[in-house]
């Protein structure tokens, strides 16, 4: 198989070799390229021979000499070189089989890709793997994957992801873990399901692979209004919130003893379903899992404070309005009260967004749908910007999860929109239109 070029990167040691996009990249010192594993594995190597078919047609050998782990410079017009594989489970609990139907297609895509969790921190659970595709993981020591675990007893795993293979899973981690391979782990908690002692019994099993874990997370299902033919499911309560938070925090205080670290942690989501305060920054040892909602409200809490002292002492008089999901308004409110403290002459307003799309019970921000925005804040005086959290964005687009735009929401609004990262520092600049040293 062979992996086209896309682009060589200027000054790069593949434009001193000449090679152009068009060329495929056919072998690295002999062994076939499959994917972007095999070709990050093999141009490691610090002499390399490139069998190279040009875009004339003419197959060439490139031999080199660099430095080891030294990047060649080029992009492939597939990141993976490769479709990358779709899930092969039917999970109780899988948002994609919630969506409403005529969304665009590429969100009912279901990957479940091991080169996607080393790449870019995608969860998989690991059932297509091959014996083959273990092994070659294993000799190319990938790290860290971050495995979908949900439940380390075979017959409920197999149960809840409706997939024979899923029982192969605390064997395929022990092998992980013997050979040096490093995992974050998350747990989906269905109640009925794998709480209680299962959930126990997961943690343990866990516990007992920490050479290899990095970090566990605990994180609730999310229920849309659109469950139509699937399992029935009761949704995370306050009440369970706080069992689940009790049972994690049971096993932090004996991990931080033996390893000096919390090892299992509690989705933010949960703190907020349960009424609880969301612990301090210094809990989460270093954010693992912070792409997965664990530990973000208590990083940006710490970065805004940070970033309001640094701010300037006086800024223009204005007027904003922060648009986000039920679970993060307080926080956001939190943030408003700070800012017109410090300035008493800005404004600064936050509005709580329904998800009438997916249902009421589904709080984050990430998945608010521009009909819901506009129906709940069209004519209503929003000031200067328009403040969104870039969650709500595809990647590298503007475009919302209802294919809504943002100038098409700017239009609507009758306000410039402006999105932001989870950074703390960010958020205060957009809200105060002003650049933070």
Do not use: W
Request: proline share 4%.
């Amino acid at each position: 198989m062979a992996a086209r070029i896309k682009a060589v990167y200027e000054n790069s040691i593949a434009a001193e070799l000449g090679l152009e996009p068009g060329d495929e990249l056919i072998a690295i010192n002999g062994e076939e390229i499959h994917d972007v594993l095999d070709y990050r594995y093999l141009v490691n190597d610090e002499l390399l021979t490139l069998t190279v078919k040009t875009r004339q047609g003419s197959v060439e050998e490139v031999e080199l000499e660099k430095d080891a782990y030294d990047d060649l410079g080029l992009e492939f017009e597939s990141g993976l070189m490769d479709k990358a594989q779709r899930c092969a489970n039917a999970c109780v609990f899988c948002f994609i089989d919630q969506l409403p139907k005529g969304m665009r297609e590429s969100l009912y895509f279901k990957d479940d890709d091991t080169r996607l969790s080393f790449f870019q921190g995608n969860y998989v659970t690991l059932t297509n793997l091959s014996e083959a595709e273990i092994d070659r993981l294993i000799r190319m020591r990938v790290s860290p994957i971050n495995i979908s675990v949900h439940t380390m007893n075979p017959e409920l795993r197999v149960k809840m992801l409706k997939n024979p293979r899923a029982a192969k899973l605390p064997g395929i981690m022990r092998r992980f873990a013997d050979s040096g391979i490093v995992m974050n782990c998350q747990i989906v908690l269905c109640p009925g399901y794998n709480d209680g002692a299962e959930l126990d019994y997961t943690l343990s099993e866990l516990y007992a692979l920490r050479r290899g874990i990095i970090s566990v997370s605990v994180v609730p299902i999310g229920l849309t209004a659109h469950r139509r033919g699937l399992a029935e499911m009761q949704p995370v309560t306050a009440e369970k919130a706080r069992e689940l938070i009790d049972r994690i925090e049971e096993m932090q205080k004996m991990a931080l003893k033996e390893l000096g670290r919390g090892f299992v942690y509690a989705a933010d989501e949960l703190y907020l379903r349960a009424g609880l305060p969301i612990p301090d920054g210094d809990s989460y040892d270093g954010y693992p899992q912070i792409e997965n909602g664990v530990g973000l409200i208590a990083s940006l809490k710490d970065e805004f404070e940070a970033a309001l002292r640094m701010a300037p002492r006086s800024v223009p008089v204005g007027k904003v309005t922060i648009v986000t999901g039920v679970a993060a308004a307080g926080l956001m409110k939190s943030f408003a009260e700070l800012t017109m403290e410090k300035y008493p002459d800005f404004t600064v307003n936050v509005e709580a967004i329904t998800n009438n799309f997916f249902g009421p019970q589904i709080t984050v921000a990430g998945l608010l749908c521009g009909c819901d925005i506009t129906e709940q804040l069209r004519g209503k005086a929003l000031g200067d910007r328009v403040i969104i959290s870039r969650d709500m964005l595809r990647d590298g687009t503007d475009v919302l999860l209802d294919d809504v735009t943002v100038p098409q929401l700017e239009a609507a609004l009758a306000a410039p929109i402006v999105a932001t990262n989870n950074d703390g520092f960010e958020l205060l600049e957009a809200i105060l239109g002003v650049e933070i040293q």
